[in-house]
């Protein structure tokens, strides 16, 4: 729906975003499809037998994850290279991790040995939770030095801050906990509650920030609409005299 929706809204944006856009819903249409394929095997496929969960599911080796997208939002709005520069690192740092983890996951195979990935599972997820909580700490002071007195302009802003916000620290909180759940119990699969939403949550994040410009600039356009029809006129001699 997010998809369809932008289809719908944003056909003049930079065909870099729109192919962006398109590669989210292929590649996270692929990774539902592998996450199902992960729970099929265990639990359906080989559901009471003692094999079921002494490997890792075929799919567990189709975690991605990268957030890009937001560091050069970051650049556009500080017209600062090296912070988005150290973003890019973090979120770079994140991949290796999950290309690590990855690699391990197809070695070790046996999820006994689960304790194995822990390394690389931590670069992974704590890289990629100091990305989100830069992008959100970043954004959020860069926005509040934008505003200017104006309530059309500071309205939308704030808006824009909000979303940043709820995005951020929510993407922060699901890696925060696989990573807490991961390290801490290392013998069960209960990191998967954290796990199987975050790149959904990445995805959705990314098109609800680009889905929301038209609202927020339709709800900036009637602020500031609604502010002149309240604006008395003025009626003083010179005016009138002007006349």
């Known amino acids: 729906m997010q998809t369809y ?14 192919a962006l ?3 989210l819903f292929i590649i996270e249409s692929l990774n ?5 394929q992960m729970m099929y095997q265990p639990l359906i496929q080989h559901f009471g037998e003692a094999e079921a969960t002494k490997y890792f599911p075929m799919m567990f080796a189709a975690e991605p994850v990268v957030i890009f997208f937001f560091a050069w939002r970051v650049k556009l709005l500080t017209k600062s290279n090296w ?6 690192f973090f979120a770079i740092i994140s991949l290796g991790g999950g290309i690590w983890t990855t690699v391990l996951i197809i070695k070790v195979k046996v ?3 689960k304790i194995e ?16 909580v830069l992008i959100t700490v970043v ?9 200017t007195g104006f309530s059309a302009t500071d309205d939308a802003i704030q808006k824009i801050i909000k979303i940043t916000v709820q995005t951020g620290a929510l993407t922060a909180l699901f890696a925060i906990g696989d990573v807490v759940f991961f390290m801490s119990m290392g013998h069960t699969a209960l990191n998967f509650l954290w796990d199987l939403s975050l790149s959904k949550l990445y995805a959705n994040c990314l098109l609800s920030t680009l889905n929301a410009r038209m609202t927020i600039k339709e709800s900036s356009h009637a602020s500031l609409n609604q502010r002149q029809i ?12 002007a006349g």
Request: charged letters at 15%.
């Open 32 to 36: 539902t499809a592998c996450d199902m």
């Open 117 to 132: 990935l822990h390394w690389s599972a931590l670069v992974w997820f704590l890289a990629a939770c100091v990305a989100d």
């Open 83 to 88: 912070l988005a520069g150290l973003i890019c």
């Open 5 to 18: 929706h932008y289809y719908l809204t944003y056909k003049t944006d930079p065909k870099w975003i729109k």
């Open 111 to 113: 999820f006994a040995r």
């Open 21 to 23: 856009v398109y590669y």
């Open 139 to 147: 954004l959020v002071v860069t926005l509040s030095r934008r505003k």
């Open 230 to 241: 309240g604006s008395p006129v003025s009626t003083s001699p010179t005016s009138i005299g």
